[in-house]
């Protein structure tokens, strides 16, 4: 079985600052991690994605994220928040070593960046 | 391109009815799959198809179906309605399984009252 964790519900920073937003996952086989960014009223839309190579990945709109596997990790991250950057981000993992055609999803965490 | 299209936005029903949701993915992509968006349950996924057959299945009762046709667009059925279907269906399309990021449609908010 595969799973995903996102620990924070809610992140805020303030517009400028550095954010993070955490993710942790579990799978049998190789991990195909994505991270997806919700707007309001809106379908997910793909931010970055983990398959193999350089642990950390860069992404849509100056976002990145480092892959960790001792601490089976794939954290969001980006040097300066922007308020157009608060919305809804879930993580997603996919098990390479079966039918990978399956992404189980975090819960979710809402990022709100302040002026 | 056109992106992932879903028909209908929105919905309402009656508990006991059924429903059918259409889902057209980008030109080229022969893998849809269906999630359920819950504000209690999150993003929790119902099946996946590929090339017309389906690939994988999520923990959702036989009420939940789908099918995919030649041309890569996927219908989900779900009938005898229950209050607790009322949700976000999403679907997203793929290039092929695994290795690529699916593209999500803006989703089907159905209601059921």
């Known amino acids: 079985a595969q799973s995903v964790a996102q620990p924070e519900d809610q992140v805020n920073v303030a517009e400028g600052n550095p954010l993070t937003v955490k993710c942790t996952y579990s799978v049998s086989g190789n991990p195909y991690l994505f991270w997806y960014v919700q707007y309001p009223n809106r379908g997910l839309q793909f931010l970055l994605k983990?398959?193999?190579?350089?642990?950390l990945v860069k992404g849509s709109y100056g976002f990145e994220a480092e892959f960790n596997k001792s601490q089976t990790s794939f954290h969001l991250k980006k040097p300066s928040a922007l308020v157009s950057d608060s919305a809804l981000y879930f993580c997603a993992v996919r098990d390479g070593g079966t039918n990978a055609g399956k992404s189980t999803f975090g819960d979710g965490t809402t990022l709100t960046v302040k002026p | 391109k056109a992106g992932v299209t879903q028909t209908p936005r929105y919905l309402i029903k009656t508990r006991g009815q059924q429903v059918t949701l259409s889902c057209s993915p980008i030109s080229g992509h022969r893998s849809v799959s269906w999630y359920q968006q819950t504000p209690g349950q999150g993003l929790q996924f119902l099946f996946e198809y590929f090339s017309e057959t389906q690939r994988n299945k999520g923990n959702f009762p036989g009420r939940f179906s789908g099918r995919q046709f030649s041309n890569s667009r996927s219908e989900m059925n779900v009938s005898t309605l229950e209050l607790g279907d009322s949700a976000l269906y999403l679907c997203?399309?793929?290039?092929?399984?695994?290795?690529?990021?699916?593209?999500f449609g803006q989703g089907t908010r159905l209601t059921v009252v």
């Open positions: 997203a399309s793929s290039l092929g399984e695994g290795l690529t990021e699916a593209f």
């Open positions: 983990y398959i193999t190579g350089d642990n």
